[in-house]
């Protein structure tokens, strides 16, 4: 059975910085799609981002140039650097791994992000 376990959420001011983790155990198969997705109350769960084995990188344009997520493969580990927060990205923010085919689709329990003052 397949873990991702994140860590890394909490209470921040605007204009702050927060590093989310998300590390996999288990029988991890072939991954190729590591991704952060978030869920504000009321609303759907939207893409933040992703990135492949290849390492190609895709944002959600709200956040563009604040954003940055990375991997370490070897260790199944994805992080996401989130910088210059504002209140819109307070949500419960979720890890995914996965294969391309979404055969293998994998989901963290979430961490919450508020940003406020």
């Known amino acids: 059975q397949v873990q991702l376990v994140e860590s890394g959420g909490g209470l921040v001011q605007p204009g702050g910085s927060l590093r989310l983790s998300c590390a996999a155990s288990?029988?991890?198969?072939?991954?190729?799609?590591m991704g952060w997705y978030r869920q504000a109350p009321g609303k759907q769960r939207e893409l933040v981002a992703t990135?492949?084995?290849?390492?190609?990188?895709n944002y959600a344009d709200s956040v563009k140039g604040r954003f940055t997520i990375s991997r370490d493969s070897a260790k199944y580990t994805v992080y996401l650097q989130m910088n210059s927060l504002k209140p819109e990205d307070t949500a419960v923010y979720y890890c995914n791994m996965r294969t391309y085919s979404r055969i293998y689709d994998y989901w963290g329990q979430g961490t919450q992000v508020t940003v406020s003052s």
């Open positions: 990135i492949t084995s290849g390492g190609s990188t």
């Open positions: 288990g029988s991890i198969f072939s991954i190729n799609v």
